[in-house]
Structure formats: C-alpha cells, structure tokens
C-alpha cells in the first residue's frame, strides 16, 4: 500500500514569514493530493488540493506543489498569520486516503 | 459545517463497556471512512463502506466493528473498552469509493473518554 511521509513534525515561524511542508509518497497510482488544516480539538478541514495532471496550485496565500517524478509535494503558506498555527496533514489517494503523521505548524507574533 | 454528521460529541464511559458512534455521511456520499486520532497522534485509519459493504480496513481491533447501513449512516461498535481507546473518532464522507473518488470530508468528531 500507499506510505506518505510528512516533514517536519513541527514548524515555528515568525509572523510574515513563509512556511513549507513536504510529503513524500510511495505509490506512483497516487492520482489525488489534499492537504488538510486541524485545529486543536476540531475537524480536519481541507484548505486545498491538487490532482496528478497539476503541477501547481495557489489559492491566495497557499499554494501546493507536486513533483510526480520525485513523488514529492508541498504545501507553501505565505506571508503567515497566527491563525494559520494548527497541525497540518497532507495526503495521497491512490484507492484509499493515506495520511501524513501532520505538522504542527505554530506562527509566532 | 462539512455536512457530515457525528454522535454524540463527547461520551464518558467506564473499561470493559461497549459504545456506539454513530455517523451520517454528506448528502449524495456513498463512501464512508473512520479515523482514529489519539492525542497529540496522527489520523490512524480504522475502516471505511461504500454503500453498504467493507472496501477496506485499516488498524482496527478486533474488538471494534462498524456497518453502514441501507441510508448510508454508519455506526462504529467499540466494545470490552480499555483506557487507551480514549480518542478522537473522526468519521468522513466521499462521493465515491476512492478511485473515482473525491475529496474527503470530515465530521466534527466524537471524543470518547474511557475511565
């Protein structure tokens, strides 16, 4: 089966920076990649996603990457807020969702 | 709101009980997924239905069951309880049944206590 690797487990950035995490995955039928915000006791929420005929999508100050050779992608967060600080999860569906372990990602003030 | 449905919210129960989650996926989602997510932990899969029959399962104990049900809710059966069954249960919906799926969708979850 599908095994997607997430670094890093934590991220601490200043307000105003940008933030990237990646995810690696080990399937090559992986055809679909969301990326999942989670706040502290709250649902995982998707912020955005790309397909495997994509190699970049942005949606105002986030964007996503995929690079199907290295079967790696990335979620990019510009010009960061604290209320961008929550766990991170990115995933790959090849014919099941698979998970990274998340990112707690915390934007500091 | 995600427009998948989960109950209870919060349930305290004692070691060795048996509870029931109960899930209503999205309007028009056939598939329907359960998470398992211990505090500070990843979403640990459990098992998922696709209009009424198992498609997969993941990490789930023997002493978990779960069925989805001709209305397409579905209910996750955690029996002979123990205190590291203490989680978040998370159910999600999909239109399809992964391969022509689409996006996944969470509910808000139901955390269960276990004391």
């Known amino acids: 089966g599908e095994n997607v690797e997430q670094h890093p487990s934590t991220l601490s950035v200043q307000e105003g920076d940008s933030a990237v995490i990646k995810c690696t995955y080990s399937?090559?039928?992986?055809?679909?990649f969301p990326w999942y915000k989670q706040e502290l006791g709250k649902r995982p929420q998707l912020i955005i996603d790309i397909r495997s005929n994509v190699g970049e999508k942005k949606d105002q100050r986030i964007a996503v990457t995929l690079n199907k050779t290295a079967k790696h992608f990335s979620l990019h967060i510009t010009e960061t807020q604290p209320e961008d600080s929550a766990v991170y999860f990115c995933a790959a569906r090849d014919n099941q969702f698979y998970f990274g372990t998340g990112t707690s990602l915390t934007v500091i003030p | 709101d995600s427009g998948v449905t989960q109950t209870p919210k919060h349930l305290i129960t004692a070691t060795g009980q048996r509870v029931t989650l109960r899930c209503s996926p999205r309007s028009g989602d056939l598939s329907v997924y359960w998470y398992q997510q211990s505090l500070d932990q990843g979403l640990q899969f459990l098992i998922q239905?696709?209009?009424?029959?198992?498609?997969a399962k993941g990490n789930i104990l023997e002493r978990f069951s779960a069925q989805q049900f001709p209305d397409l809710h579905s209910e996750l059966n955690l029996s002979s309880l123990e205190l590291g069954d203490s989680a978040l249960y998370f159910c999600?919906?999909?239109?399809?049944?992964?391969?022509?799926?689409?996006?996944?969708?969470f509910g808000e979850g139901s955390w269960l206590t276990v004391v």
């Open positions: 999600a919906s999909s239109v399809g049944q992964g391969i022509t799926g689409n996006t996944i969708y």
């Open positions: 399937d090559s039928a992986s055809n679909y």
């Open positions: 239905y696709y209009n009424g029959e198992e498609r």
